[in-house]
């Protein structure tokens, strides 16, 4: 019932309330997602059910991921992956939308952001939706691979929130995640990183170092599949912004298409951040501060970590660079 990274802290009369808790939440996640209620618009099922309908060139560029997935995370000591019956995925809508991993799944902005695509940690569930237009009855055919991509990209991309460390203590309010890969939080929901400045190049929120992490991995591994599949970038269109988006090669494509909008906001608000992030800290060595960071995250073990930045930059640099000044005042 728990995620394998996930810990519950306290006597056993509080763990067993804990894991009763989730165990409920996560029995059934259709009901605690309530996708018909939520998403009125769009119709669901199970990345299972959506896997055995691929063929061709998405089957194969989507195969040819999970395989790689799977070692590079057997290497991170991880020897699981998001099960694919805890993925919802949309695959119709009743109205205009144009799915994909950069699809909001509403055609407005929630204000609790209850809605947004990807994980969901309390569910143990994702809900994303598949690449392409969703509305019209016949519509236009995807590029071959297209399709298989970006499912890769959206499903590695959950795995990695799946499989991120998280240590669970029942509060006085109920059940308090006081640590969620290399972030912290206290009761009162004050966070150990604060919010970066508005139209920050570059981030020490450590939400956005994780997300902006997870990105990476998970475009490295759909580059490696559309090598290992022979499949190439379409020449225009769309496709071909989905196609380097999901390999991390996007060059900015312009466009009033809210699909291409969603990407570009997310590239200036994780992508291109964590890039900054890794270049200003890591300099020549981003690839390694890349790698102790997911290994962190998935682990909840910072030590290695901080002792590289300590290393290069002196004693407490973690807390140096991330901690917030309301964090070491809040009780
Ligand atoms: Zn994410």
């Known amino acids: 019932m728990l995620t394998p990274n996930e810990h519950?802290?306290?006597?056993?009369?509080?763990k067993r309330e804990i894991y009763d808790r989730l165990a409920r939440f996560r029995a059934d996640p259709r009901h605690t997602l309530r996708l018909a209620e939520r998403y009125p618009r769009l119709?669901?099922?199970t990345m299972d059910a959506l896997v055995g309908t691929l063929s061709g060139r998405d089957l194969e560029v989507f195969e040819a991921g999970v395989e790689k997935a799977r070692d590079r995370l057997a290497g991170l000591g991880q020897t699981m992956l998001l099960p694919l019956e805890r993925v919802f995925i949309a695959v119709s809508a009743t109205t205009p939308a144009y799915g994909g991993f950069h699809h909001r799944l509403l055609p407005y902005r929630a204000p609790d952001?209850?809605?947004a695509p990807g994980y969901r940690y309390v569910q143990a569930a994702a809900v994303i939706s598949r690449y392409g237009d969703l509305?019209?009855?016949?519509?236009?055919?995807?590029?071959?691979?297209i399709i298989g991509l970006d499912l890769l990209h959206a499903?590695?991309?959950?795995?990695?929130?799946?499989l991120t460390y998280r240590s669970f203590r029942l509060g006085t309010?109920?059940?308090?995640?006081n640590q969620h890969g290399i972030n912290f939080r206290r009761e009162s929901g004050q966070t150990y990183?604060?919010?970066?400045?508005?139209?920050?190049?570059?981030?020490?929120?450590?939400g956005i170092i994780m997300e902006g992490a997870f990105d990476r991995e998970a475009a490295a591994i759909a580059r490696d599949a559309t090598l290992a599949a022979g499949l190439a970038a379409p020449v225009d269109g769309t496709d071909a912004a989905a196609f380097l988006d999901a390999i991390g090669a996007r060059e900015p494509i312009a466009g009033d298409m809210p699909y291409l909008a969603s990407m570009s906001a997310y590239a200036g608000l994780v992508t291109k951040p964590y890039a900054a992030f890794l270049n200003d800290?890591?300099?020549p060595e981003t690839a390694e501060l890349h790698h102790l960071t997911i290994r962190a995250t998935l682990d909840g073990n910072l030590g290695l970590l901080q002792a590289w930045l300590d290393q290069r930059y002196g004693p407490g640099e973690f807390a140096a660079l991330f901690r917030s000044g309301a964090y070491v005042v809040a009780t």
Request: aromatic content about 8%; hydrophobic content about 25%; glycine content about 12%.
């Open 8 to 14: 519950l802290t306290g006597s056993t009369r509080q």
């Open 43 to 45: 119709a669901f099922g």
């Open 113 to 115: 952001d209850i809605q």
């Open 135 to 145: 509305h019209t009855t016949a519509p236009t055919a995807c590029t071959p691979g």
């Open 155 to 162: 499903y590695i991309h959950d795995t990695f929130h799946y």
């Open 173 to 177: 309010n109920g059940i308090h995640r």
């Open 193 to 206: 990183s604060a919010r970066d400045p508005q139209d920050s190049a570059s981030t020490r929120n450590l």
């Open 281 to 283: 800290i890591g300099g």
